[in-house]
C-alpha cells in the first residue's frame, strides 16, 4: 500500500473554503459574519491570493462595494503601510490586514495546504483531502467553497468543465508579475491604460514593445504602486499552454521569469524615468488569468452582462468591468476584447446559480471559476468582481450550514437578506 493512503481524519462542521486569495477571503468573511465556522484552506503562505502574493496594486474600478471599502480602509490604516495609499493597495499590507481581520472574526486558516482530492458521496462533496505539513489529511466537512481560482477542489470532484474558450480551449494569456524600484516618475507619467499609444522621446512606447520584446511578450503594462519609486509590471506573458498541467505551467513560469531581464531592459532604455531602475521582486503566485471554466446550474454569458441582468437569484451585486481579453495567441488584446466602447454605467449582477455546479452538492464555487463563457469571465474575473462573488457564496454557504441544509434549499431571499444585511446594495429591477 503506497504511504499516501494513508491519511489523517479530521472533521469540521462549518464552511471549508478551499484558497484563501480574493474570493476565499470575502467569502470567509462574509460566512463568519453570518455565523458559521470557518476553515481556509490556502496553498502558499499568506491571504489575498493574486493581490498579495501575485503583487496586483490596481484594484480595477467600476464595481464599488462595501466589503471593498472596508478592506481600502483596513489597509489604509495599516502601521507598516506606504504613504502614497491613494496609488493601490499595498501587498504586504494586504496580508497583515487580513490576518488581523480573520483572527478578530475568528475564521481558521491553514497555510502550506493545497487540497489535492475531493471526498465525495453520489451526487454530493462531503470533504477534501488536502496535503498539510502533518501529511495527507482528509477533512469531512457539510459545505464547502472552492475559490483556489483553477478549481482544484470541483475538478477533484468531477464537476464538469470547460478549459478556456470553447472553439479551441486556448487561455488567455498568463503572466508573473513584478515590481521595478529606482523609478523617478516627478515629471513622467505612465500609460494609463494597456495597448494604448504612450509616446516618449523613442516614439510610442506601446509599438516599442512590441518591437523590442520577444514574443509572445510584447505589451506594455506598468501601474503605480503605492510604494514611491516603484511600479508594478505586468509584461510578461506565456499563451498556448495548458494551465491545468504542473509541466506546461512550470515551463511558462520559466518562460515569463526569463522575459524580466529584457523587460527591465527596455524599461531602462525606452521609459522615461525608469533609467536607474531594477527588478526589486516577482510574484510568489503565477498569474493565470484563465483556466477552468465550470459547468453550473447556470452559465453567465457576454450577452447578460451587456444587458444588465438583474437575476432573481442575485448574490452580487453593481458589478462592472469590459470585456478585457488578452490575446491567447500573443501580446495586447484580443480582437473579441472590449475595453472600449463597454457602455460606462452597466452594471451586472451574478446569480447563485453560477456559483453552483451541475453535479456535486453541498460544493460552491467562488471567484474567477464560476460557470461563465469565455467572454463572460474577462469582465468578472477582476478582483472587484471576484471579491462581491465571494461575498455572496460565504453567506450563501452560511445561511445553508445555519439551517443545517444545502444553499438551493434556501429560500433566495433569506441569502440576499443576510447579504443586505452585510452592506450590500440590492440592484434596481
Ligand atoms: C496576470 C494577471 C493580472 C491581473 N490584473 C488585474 C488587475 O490589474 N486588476 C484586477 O482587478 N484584476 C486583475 N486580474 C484578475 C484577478 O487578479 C484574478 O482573476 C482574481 O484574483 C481571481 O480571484 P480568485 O479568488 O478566484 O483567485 P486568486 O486570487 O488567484 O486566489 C486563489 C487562491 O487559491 C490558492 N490555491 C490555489 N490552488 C489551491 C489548492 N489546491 N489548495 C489550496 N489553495 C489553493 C492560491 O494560492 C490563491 O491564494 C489579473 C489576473 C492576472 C492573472
Known sequence: MSNLKKFIRRKFDGVLIAGGGVAGCAAAIGAARAGAPVLVLENGISLGGMASSGLLPLWM??????????????????STGPVERDRGLDHECMKIVLEKWFDELGITYCYNSSVVDAKTGSDSVTGAYAALPEGLVEISAPLLIDATGDGALAAAAGVEFTLGRDSDHACQGASLAFEVGGVNLTDNPLPDCFDVPFETPHGNAAELARRELTPPAGHLILHHTSVPGVISANMTNAVGFDPTSGRERTDAIRLCRRQIEEIVMFLRRFMPGFENCYLQLSG????????????????????????????????????????????????????????????????????????????????????????????????????????????????????????????????????QQEIIRQGVVPPNR
Open 284 to 415: 510568489s503566485e503565477f498569474g493565470i488569468r484563465e483556466s477552468r471554466h465550470f459547468h453550473g446550474r447556470h452559465t453567465l454569458t457576454e450577452q447578460e452582462i451587456l444587458a444588465g441582468t438583474v437575476f432573481d437569484d442575485w448574490i452580487a451585486t453593481w458589478n462592472h468591468f469590459p470585456f478585457d481579453i488578452h490575446n491567447v495567441t500573443g501580446c495586447g488584446l484580443d480582437d473579441n476584447g472590449v475595453l472600449d466602447g463597454f457602455p460606462p454605467d452597466r452594471t451586472y449582477t451574478v446569480p447563485l446559480r453560477c456559483c453552483q455546479p451541475e453535479t456535486g452538492t453541498g460544493l460552491l464555487l467562488a471567484g474567477r471559476n464560476i460557470s461563465g463563457t469565455h467572454v463572460a469571465h474577462s469582465s468578472f474575473r477582476v478582483m472587484p468582481i471576484c471579491l462581491n462573488i465571494g461575498l455572496g457564496v460565504g453567506i450563501a454557504a452560511a445561511v445553508a450550514w445555519k439551517k443545517r441544509t444545502l444553499p438551493e434549499l434556501v429560500d433566495i431571499e433569506i441569502i
Open 61 to 78: 474600478d467600476g464595481s464599488d462595494s462595501p466589503l471593498r471599502r472596508e478592506l481600502d480602509a483596513r489597509c489604509a490604516q495599516c
